[in-house]
């Protein structure tokens, strides 16, 4: 998320009492007794995912009693119930203003809706009613009691350690990034044949065959990189002569095979253009390099990340009192928020894998 739909989704927080923590890039509170989470959507810009965790008597919500709120307000959609965790989409966009009235409007409908039926706040791991906060475990967010986030948190930190523990398997990576580099080689032809500029699909060799690596390879290490990007190079000459070679058979009325072994004399002879065609085959390796870096950069970090745990806290919570939320069409909603935003709680864990 940008700086400035970060500061958009803050200003709409403040409005209706909620708080934006900054190292989550998400927004919680406490409105009228249920804790509330607002995080970013990877997939969309526009749509956010309101998160909240109610019983109702013990038990666990009922999806399809949520379902109708979705016509009931065009801000809702995309309803799920995970256990006791409910999710919605909600559309904030526009600027802070129209950002603000699109959240106030989607709570004002859940929470009127969940004390009209009696629904009540709750961990959503165990449903246990009290002592319920926002947390952040690997920058999800989840909607615990004090007692189920010590689990979660070791139960993410010993998945983090199993997955370090995996021994790069190279026979079987081999196989992936020659299947990768054959889809990268099967774009590269295609989009050339269409008529674009094949320098682009070099982003796809490079991301598929360093993607099929890891997959069977299980772990993206050093010699899965060198074997990845010499695969690479192999594969985008091969494809991007195939291109060409194809062009060639048709313009001169012979086959294919016979078209790529005489390539390179048809360059030397001049019935090719070398400009056009080695400074569009540089074009490709460039767009592969391009996509090839940050691939194996994003895997390195991956394999090495931390797994940080922390209770949602705000960054510019006031010290004063609580604040309330402006009121609603229909129901006001006064927010309490969920700690007290005089000495937050850093409860911060950096567990090494």
């Known amino acids: 998320m940008n700086k400035s739909q970060m500061a958009k989704l803050a200003a709409a927080a403040g409005v209706n009492g909620l708080m934006y923590d900054p190292n989550a890039e998400g927004v919680f509170g406490n409105v009228q007794g249920y804790t509330v989470t607002v995080m970013p959507n990877a997939n969309n810009r526009v ?7 109610v ?9 399809a009693d949520f379902k109708p709120l979705e016509k009931m307000n ?17 559309k904030l ?25 009696g629904y009540t706040n709750c961990c959503e791991h165990c449903g246990r009613p009290e002592g319920v906060d926002a947390y952040t475990v690997s920058g ?17 930190a010993q ?6 523990q995996k021994q790069e398997q190279v026979l079987p990576g081999i196989v992936g990034a020659l299947i990768g580099s054959l889809i990268g080689a099967v774009v590269i032809v295609i989009v050339g044949q269409l008529g674009y500029v094949a320098a682009v699909s070099g982003l796809v060799m490079a991301i598929c065959t360093l993607k099929g690596y890891e997959m069977l390879g299980k772990k993206l290490g050093t010699p899965g990189v060198i074997i990845s990007c010499v695969l690479m190079l192999l594969m985008i000459f ?5 291109d060409w070679s194809i062009t060639a058979a048709q313009f001169y009325e012979t086959d294919f095979f016979t078209a790529f072994r005489a390539m390179m004399d048809l360059i030397k002879e001049g019935y090719v253009d070398s400009g056009d065609y080695f400074g569009g085959l540089a074009q ?22 931390m797994v940080t745990t922390a209770k949602m806290r705000s960054a510019y919570a006031p010290v004063s009192t609580p604040v309330s939320a402006p009121a609603a069409a229909s129901v006001q909603m006064p927010v309490q928020p969920a700690s007290s935003p005089t000495a937050p709680q850093n409860v911060e864990k950096d567990i090494e894998k």
């Open 159 to 164: 998945q983090n350690q199993t997955k370090m």
């Open 238 to 242: 091969l494809a991007y002569q195939a």
């Open 93 to 117: 966009s526009g600027n802070k203003d129209k950002m603000a009235e699109g959240l106030r409007s989607a709570l004002d409908t859940l929470i009127t809706f969940l004390r009209t039926n």
């Open 55 to 63: 019983s109702r008597m013990g038990m666990a919500p009922n999806p």
């Open 47 to 53: 749509y956010y995912m309101l998160s909240l965790s």
């Open 284 to 305: 490709v390796y460039l767009f592969a390099v391009i996509g090839a870096v940050p691939t194996i950069i994003a895997m390195a970090k991956g394999a090495k990340h």
């Open 140 to 156: 999800n967010a989840y909607l615990l009691c004090e007692p189920c986030f010590g689990q979660v948190s070791e139960a993410a």
């Open 74 to 90: 065009k801000v809702l959609s995309g309803c799920t119930v995970q256990r006791f965790r409910v999710n919605f989409l909600v």
